[in-house]
């Protein structure tokens, strides 16, 4: 008993370390050309992250391409009972004003910047969200979902 309680302190603790030292928890569902190092989204002081109705939340993903590509896309969901509902995106071309440099060289750290809107009319819900990027072929070099609120 006393183990269990001194893992889930352990865990709380590490959660909130994360959260609080500006790097958002997150998963990799699916990152086929890349490896991603982190993932943060300002302002985040929770997790899941709150987004602000009425505000914009900044986010970096960064990562380190295992192949070459010539064009990125990106495209973004709100995974909302499991199902992806497209989250339109002001642009969806990772190449030009997001930080990235196409072509993209492989096995280099780089970050793709993106300035989210967090619309009035999106509802108050809990979902997880998810960031693709996709090369020229549309194979995905990132997948990246972690959780969020929409207040």
Do not use: W
């Not at 269990?4 to 352990?10: E, M, N």
């Not at 192949?67 to 339109?88: C, E, N, S, W």
């Not at 793709?112 to 509802?123: A, C, E, Q, S």
Request: proline content about 8%.
């Amino acid at each position: 008993m006393a183990r269990l309680i001194v893992f889930q302190l352990c865990v709380t603790f590490l959660s909130v370390a994360v959260v609080s030292g500006g790097n958002t928890i997150f998963k990799d569902c699916g990152s086929t050309g890349g490896k991603v190092t982190s993932v943060d989204i300002e302002p985040c002081t929770t997790n899941p992250c709150t987004l602000v109705k009425g505000s914009n939340s900044n986010l970096a993903v960064t990562f380190e391409s295992s192949t070459p590509a010539t064009k990125v896309t990106a495209l973004m969901y709100g995974i909302i009972a499991h199902i992806p509902v497209p989250f339109p995106l002001p642009h969806t071309d990772a190449c030009t004003d997001s930080g990235l440099q196409c072509p993209l060289k492989p096995n280099t750290s780089m970050t793709y910047k993106l300035v989210v809107p967090v619309k009035t009319i999106y509802p108050s819900i809990k979902l997880a969200i998810r960031l693709k990027l996709e090369n020229e072929n549309g194979d995905d070099l990132v997948c990246v979902q972690f959780p969020a609120q929409i207040n």
